[in-house]
């Protein structure tokens, strides 16, 4: 019984999305006619280069970050000029930017702050080996695939999907990058793929 609800509410879903589909392309179709009847006036151009970097939407519940296990400050140690790539790289498929281990860290806090509580916790991690646990703030749903390596390729930069993060004092979720219509628009907006299979897995996926 479950099972067949959550069937016909896909089946809904996906309906759904189909008519946003056939809107949105109704709409494009309505602007280029528009173009067409005024050859007189310019069409209106996009710029995918700049919009490529338009900062994607908020995220309307804005839920306060995580508490994390170590009280990490981005806002603090960018303004020392540090490089997102010191603690956040980019390995193998490059699916993942990774989070920091205590030894990239401890590259600074050997000597930095080595006397307050929340360095001696960091210390403790680096000697024992264990990685830190961090909670993680963005996750999409298993099966969506995403890759950085794609994107960073495609010259979006990190700040245009996570926000204004050198500013950031507790990391959290400030924008709907999530949001299957956040992918969505920027793809349309860039000429990139928006096949289903692009970014899912299914029928594929095994949960
Ligand atoms: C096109 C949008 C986009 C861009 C550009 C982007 N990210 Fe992400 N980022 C995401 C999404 C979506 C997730 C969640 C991925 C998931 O759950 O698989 C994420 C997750 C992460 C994570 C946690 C998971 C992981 O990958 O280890 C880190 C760290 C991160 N991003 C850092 C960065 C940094 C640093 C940059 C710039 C070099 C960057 N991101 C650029 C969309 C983006
Ligand atoms: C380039 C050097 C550098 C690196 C790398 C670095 N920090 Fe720091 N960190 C600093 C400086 C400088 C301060 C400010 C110290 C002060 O105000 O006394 C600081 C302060 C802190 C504080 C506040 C300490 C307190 O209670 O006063 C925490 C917590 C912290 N860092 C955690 C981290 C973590 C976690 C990492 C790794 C993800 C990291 N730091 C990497 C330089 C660094
Ligand atoms: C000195 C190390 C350090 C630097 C430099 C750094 N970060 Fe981070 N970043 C962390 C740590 C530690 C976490 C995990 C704790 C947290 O979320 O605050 C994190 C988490 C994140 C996350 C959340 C990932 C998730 O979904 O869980 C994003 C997004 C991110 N960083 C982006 C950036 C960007 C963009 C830059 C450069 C402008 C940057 N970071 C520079 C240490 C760093
Ligand atoms: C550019 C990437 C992208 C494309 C193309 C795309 N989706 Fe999605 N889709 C997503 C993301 C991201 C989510 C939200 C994942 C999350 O909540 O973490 C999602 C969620 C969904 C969900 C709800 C969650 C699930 O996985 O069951 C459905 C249903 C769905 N998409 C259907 C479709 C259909 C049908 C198409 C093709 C017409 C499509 N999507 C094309 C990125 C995409
Ligand atoms: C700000 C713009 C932007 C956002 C937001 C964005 N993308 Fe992309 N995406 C691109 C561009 C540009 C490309 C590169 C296309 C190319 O290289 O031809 C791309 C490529 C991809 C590809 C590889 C497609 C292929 O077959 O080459 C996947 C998969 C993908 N994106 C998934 C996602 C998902 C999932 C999300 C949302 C979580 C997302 N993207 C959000 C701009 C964006």
């Known amino acids: 019984m479950t099972k067949i609800t959550g ?10 999305l189909a008519a946003v589909f056939l809107f949105g392309a109704g709409l494009r179709a309505a602007g280029q006619k528009q173009a067409q009847a005024k050859p ?22 804005n839920p306060p970050g ?3 296990p170590i009280p990490y400050s981005h806002k603090l140690h960018l303004a020392l000029g540090l490089q997102c790539n010191l603690c956040h790289q980019n390995p193998g498929n490059g699916a993942l930017m990774t989070l920091p281990t205590a030894q990239t860290c401890m590259s600074c806090h ?7 509580p929340p360095i001696q916790k960091l210390a403790e991690y680096a000697k024992s080996g264990r990685p830190i646990p961090w909670v993680r703030v963005y996750v999409l749903l298993k099966g ?5 390596k794609t994107h960073i390729a ?5 700040v245009t999907c996570h926000g204004d993060v050198p500013q ?3 990391m959290h979720e400030a924008t709907s990058i999530t949001a299957m219509s956040v992918c969505l628009k920027c793809h349309m907006m860039n000429k990139a793929p928006t096949t289903c299979k692009t970014c899912h897995s299914w029928p594929d996926y095994k949960y």
């Open 154 to 158: 495609a010259n979006v930069q990190c």
């Open 7 to 16: 069937r016909l509410a896909v089946a809904i879903g996906v309906q759904i």
């Open 144 to 148: 969506v695939n995403f890759s950085h």
């Open 168 to 170: 950031f004092q507790v």
């Open 110 to 116: 050997k000597a930095i702050a080595a006397d307050k």
């Open 66 to 68: 995580p508490v994390q």
């Open 40 to 61: 007189a006036q310019a069409a209106p151009k996009i710029n995918a280069s700049e919009y490529r970097n338009s900062p994607v939407p908020p995220n309307p519940a």
